[in-house]
């Protein structure tokens, strides 16, 4: 008598799930550095979005308000400093304000009068500076010499989540006020 079996055996089915369970170990793998790579660009891309945005202020306010060079020691000679002091700004009803931005403990603070506040969001300001130094613009008839005050800003930023992530920016900011 012939019997006719139907079905898997023991040994074929414990083959199959040996198998399934090395693919499935592959791809859980394979998603798994995929999340946490994900994760990390996210972070890069909000560290660059508030440096960007930190720069953005500042030059806002160098180009709509000026330098106060009179606030530095020497004039109008080359400076580095962590204190950037801006305007003064005069409202529309003629009244003087102070601006200035300060790099210190890790922020930059932008000072409106008596108020002071972070501009640097969820960034820890590990190095930087600000270069202050007119450039000048040629003669213009009668020996007159103007300037247009101009700023070098170097900042390096970390990450406050985490340090590993690092940027650095550089840029020169002019002023759209000439002296």
Known sequence: MIRKTTGFTLMELMVAITVS??????????????VANKQKIDQFRHTQSAATLSMSKIADKVRDFGINYDA??????????????????????????DISFEIKNGKILMQYNDRVAPITGGLVVSDGAFVVQPSTVPNRGEGAQLYQPRVDVDLSFVSADDESIKMDLETSLSSRQYR
């Open 72 to 97: 530095y020691e020497g004039g109008d000679a080359s400076t580095e400093t962590t204190l950037l002091h801006i305007g003064p700004y005069i409202d529309e009803n003629e009244v003087e304000h």
């Open 21 to 34: 369970g090395i693919i499935l170990s592959a791809v859980m793998t394979s998603y798994a550095a995929l």
